[in-house]
């Protein structure tokens, strides 16, 4: 069977950018991957994230997004950790 | 529906030009609430703050904040939210949330609600910066993976 890599971009937020070392970047991953395989990619990447991912919430494509979706060649995926608006 | 300002912003937050922007005749009430940058937070003294956002949902949310009002406080003439990003001083102001109403319990009501949905809901984060020259982020609250408020 052949692989098929599709590309995402990926936002890292506040905390969550100082521990990726960047605010974003483009990630690849096989077709079907899942959010919760970029997390798991993210977090061997850059291994500073691994600590926040209880309080980190994903979002797709600017949406508030469970780990269990499913990505599609283009989407942004943002880490978004606790929120401290106001 | 005609275009209207952006909810977030970097420039100074004038509370005159979000009040301007409700005056209603069937309102008897209007509420204003701000939030300006404290000169002491959670690592002590605080020079001033940073605020960023992730622009587009933190706008969506907002937006959402104004509908939720007109949702359960139908009798709501006008509301208006603004929050400021970049780098602010002690006592800039950092949000506004303007409502106005035709009575007085509705519009504290509706702006209390709007004010801690923003901060639950908002994709906005901040840290002090303090006289010695450290930036800490200020302890947020994780999003909700499901609203569970009263929607």
Redesign the interface.
Known sequence: MVSVAIRVKVLYFAQAREAAGTGKEEVSLSEGSRVSDLVAASGKAHPGLQAMSRVVRLAVNAEVSGEGRVLEEGDTVAFLPPVAGG | MAPRASRLTRRRIDPARVLDSLSDPGAGALVLFL?TVRDTGEAGAVEGME????G???E?ALARVEERVRRLWPGVKGVRVV?RVGRLAVGDV??AVAVSAPHRAEAFEACRDA?ET??????????ERTPDGRSV?????????RRRRRA
């Open positions: 939030g605020y960023e956002a992730y587009e949902m933190a969506r929050h950092s949000v004010i923003i901060k639950e809901e908002a994709t906005i984060w901040k840290r982020w200020v302890e947020g609250r994780s999003l909700e993976r």
